[in-house]
């Protein structure tokens, strides 16, 4: 079925992840018509001798599907002259806030409301998707389709002009899935290893040597760098513990989940400084509301626009602000995948989680499991709990033992 609706925009959201949005229009749409099938997966089988056969319906299936388009920097970058001749952006092409939200649909593309003005950034972000292998939903008009990313291929006429092809791997028509959790095991001393290599690629780029970054800007940094660099380090004092035998599994696990989380917040709050904060240090100024928050806003941006920048190093501050955005968000990935990954082990030594009636104590939960009741210390140190009390409705979990832990009791 061949779908062409030129003028609808054609949207790829995130459905896990960073839950971005993408949208195209215009002339950042792929070539049409946009071709979409769909198979039943039939199962026939012929006996021998016998002119009939006998079908298994398995069920419907949704086809991979193609799409290519062409983007050039002349076209994609529309934000970078009608934007900025409306006022809306500033002269490096980076949106800000006021009067860019009401005329960002005039960019062809558009990620989160801010426009994706060049190729490089437009095939970087294609490509990121397609690595992270989030859950996406597609739509183009009344079309629409969930699945992944399969392949992103980019054909690159100058560093201006890319041709590109993107593969669908799709799996239903947009009825509602739980997303893939991508999990890796890693021993507790790679993953300090592996969170302490992504700070200190973050903190390669964050200090800018070509220029100097702004008083205010360069304060908020340091502190940024600061803050994420003790959590990084609280993370290996984690990690370190979790190889400790003689510490609380469950402890354990609990600190240093608590820790990545802390850690995937700051760089959250980093993320949204450098999209919000570092253009407004740029920023025309706007007329200034009435409220305290407004003037409170505008005091704050007078002081950063207080010396007039060259406007190569706004340029190299727009490009220093998307390789930080890059790293920072790398990071924050990173911890996120490491907290589904210590989730996953937790529950993979887990036999089971038992909830506790009224009466129960842990006594009665390892003679359950273990066929002796003096387990129960191991499972109380699994849990963090201090004695084998329970109270109806609680629920603890059950750690599997090998059969050279079962031997011996715990008193």
């Keep these: 079925m061949a779908i062409d609706y030129p003028g609808t925009p054609f949207v790829i959201k995130e459905l896990s992840g960073d839950e971005r949005e993408l949208r195209l229009t215009g002339r950042a749409l792929p070539f049409r018509p946009f071709s979409i099938s769909g198979s039943q997966r039939i199962n026939v089988n012929w006996m021998q001798g016998c002119p009939e056969g006998s079908a298994t ?38 949106a800000g806030s006021g009067r860019a939200t009401q005329n960002v649909e005039l960019a062809p593309m558009v990620l989160d409301g801010q426009p994706v003005t060049s190729v490089r950034a437009a095939c970087d972000l294609l490509d990121e998707i397609r690595r992270m292998g989030q859950l996406l939903e597609v739509t183009w008009g009344s079309v629409t389709r969930r699945g992944f990313v399969e392949k992103f291929s980019q054909d690159w006429h100058d560093l201006h002009d890319v041709e590109w092809q993107i593969g669908f791997q799709w799996i239903n028509q947009g009825e509602r899935t739980e997303a893939a959790v991508f999990v890796t095991t890693l021993s507790s001393g790679e993953l300090a290893n592996t969170m302490r290599l992504a700070y200190q690629r973050m903190q390669d780029v964050v200090v800018p040597t ?83 928050a407004d003037q409170a806003a505008a005091t704050e941006t007078a002081a950063l626009n207080q010396a007039a920048p060259d406007p190569w190093v706004m340029v190299e501050t727009a490009m220093w602000r998307v390789e930080c955005l890059q790293r920072v968000r790398e990071m924050r990935r990173i911890a996120v995948e490491q907290i589904s990954t210590l989730t996953m082990q937790v529950d993979g030594d887990v036999v089971a989680v038992y909830e506790a009636r009224s009466g129960d104590d842990l006594r009665d939960v390892s003679r359950i499991y273990y066929s002796t009741p003096y387990e129960w210390r191991r499972i109380a140190l699994f849990n963090c709990l201090v004695s084998s009390e329970l109270v109806a409705g609680q629920r603890v979990r059950v750690p599997r033992l090998t059969p050279a832990e079962l031997q011996g009791g715990g008193g």
């Design 57 to 94: 319906v398995m069920g419907s299936k949704e086809e991979p599907t193609t799409i290519r388009g062409y983007w050039k920097d002349k076209y994609l970058n529309t934000v970078g002259e009608e934007l900025v001749e409306a006022g809306a952006v500033n002269q490096t092409g980076i």
């Design 210 to 292: 070509s220029f100097g970054l702004k008083p205010n800007l360069a304060d908020a940094v340091g502190s940024f760098g600061r803050a994420l660099g003790d959590l990084t380090s609280q993370v290996e004092d984690a990690a370190a513990n979790l190889a400790d035998l003689a510490a609380s599994p469950g402890e354990a696990y609990a600190n240093l989940k608590g820790i990545l989380s802390n850690e995937v917040t700051e760089c959250r709050e980093f993320e949204a400084w450098l999209e919000q904060r570092v253009p407004s240090a740029y920023a025309a100024p706007t007329e200034i509301g009435t409220s305290a």
